[in-house]
């Protein structure tokens, strides 16, 4: 296997000595685009969010400074993040504060309207099936509640062409603004739209339930 294959197999689910490195390395690289999610999604102090593909949980932790009264929940597919992410957040874990679950997008492991607000950075294009995740996601929202999908790389980036020929290689699809639209009203969301942040490329598909 050659190595860009290997750093996409790492991606999707960090595991062993090198997926050590993984969840530290991905909180530090996609903070930004974090950031930049957290904003679009307009958190306030009394919500209740599921960060979907919650990595070494710095994005949790971010989220859980905003929120000061309601609840942040993650779930990711590998044990060793979910691991990293409650080292993360250790003491809202325990204040019952960041409640982290080892789980998959085919049946998250949460209550129907558990959330209002949700998000899933950089997971996205790993998802097996995107429409049956975002089911999932639609299902756990309550009645209005947000769901904001966010990716560095899409078809949206100019020459995207380039990505796409790297992201091939560490087998994940690289989406457009209007496919992701496309995913989320199949899903059963009642309004959808995307926001690209031009200069660092970013793209956020946002649905409302």
Not at 54 to 78: F, L, N
Request: hydrophobic content about 40%; aromatic content about 10%; proline content about 5%.
């Amino acid at each position: 296997m050659q190595l860009v294959e290997v750093v996409g197999a790492q991606c999707r689910k960090p595991s062993g000595l090198l997926g050590r490195f993984m969840g530290p390395l991905m909180n530090w690289g996609h903070r930004p685009l974090s950031r930049w999610t957290i904003e679009l999604m307009s958190i306030k102090p009394d919500d209740s969010v599921l960060d979907i593909g919650c990595g070494g949980g710095r994005t949790i932790r971010d989220i859980a400074k905003i929120v000061t009264g309601g609840v942040v929940s993650g779930v990711d597919y590998s044990e060793l993040m979910v691991q990293q992410a409650l080292k993360c957040n250790a003491t809202a874990a325990r204040a019952m504060h960041v409640v982290i679950k080892y789980g998959n997008t085919s049946k998250l492991p949460f209550e129907d309207e558990s959330f209002n607000k949700a998000c899933a950075i950089e997971t996205f294009h790993f998802w097996p099936d995107p429409v049956v995740g975002l089911k999932e996601v639609h299902r756990v929202l309550r009645p209005k509640g947000l769901a904001a999908i966010a990716t560095a790389w899409s078809k949206e980036i100019p020459n995207h062409q380039k990505y796409s020929a790297i992201a091939r290689r560490m087998r994940f699809p690289l989406y457009s603004g209007s496919e992701m639209i496309g995913m989320l009203n199949a899903a059963g969301f009642s309004r959808a739209y995307f926001e690209f942040k031009t200069g660092s490329n970013w793209l956020c598909a946002i649905g409302i339930k």
